[in-house]
């Protein structure tokens, strides 16, 4: 729930390969927008400070940011429904799209991920990943603010490892 908009964000998998989805309803309306098609196994959602939904695809090992517009930027077929119009821009913000799981710090396309499954925001607004595969919290943003974290966690301000030893799932 993006509580400055009022809005509820959850993603749907479809019965096909890269058929889920992204949507958006109104709480105050009840109006549901679908906001992205073509996702792979979204698994974990946030929503930064300009309404943007950032989505861990689980299946291809990327980070992508769902930009919602004011008009439709397409329009699909749905369970045979036709001219479903689609809502936001989608773009891979990390990772390559890869199936095969990896870990590498980088920037873009060069960030690796093994099974990014949760998300959440921190309080500078950098994006905070649950990379289950590689067993690290892993951070993308600003490197440069101090964090504090809870009691005897301490993580690599640059790559978000945990420095004494690795997480396990």
């Known amino acids: 729930i993006d509580q400055s908009s009022g809005k509820l964000y959850f993603s749907s998998t479809g019965n096909a390969v890269g058929n889920d989805k ?25 929503v930064d400070s300009q309404g943007q939904v950032l989505v861990s695809e689980n299946y291809i090992n990327s980070i992508s940011v769902v930009t919602p517009q004011s008009a439709a930027t397409s329009l699909t077929t749905i369970e045979g429904v036709s001219s479903v119009p689609v809502w936001g821009s989608k773009q891979t ?24 499954n949760g998300v959440g925001l921190a309080l500078d607004g950098a994006l905070l990943v649950a990379d289950q595969g590689g067993h690290r919290i892993r951070r993308i943003g600003s490197y440069s603010t101090k964090q504090i974290l809870p009691q005897g966690l301490f993580l690599d301000a640059l790559t978000g490892d945990r420095k004494s030893t690795r997480l396990n799932s």
């Open 93 to 116: 913000l990390a990772g390559n799209g890869s199936t095969t799981g990896a870990y590498l710090d980088g920037f873009g396309a060069a960030a690796k991920f093994d099974q990014p």
């Open 22 to 46: 992204l949507w958006e309803v109104e709480l105050s309306t009840g109006n549901t927008r679908l906001m992205a098609i073509g996702l792979r196994n979204p698994y974990g959602l946030a």
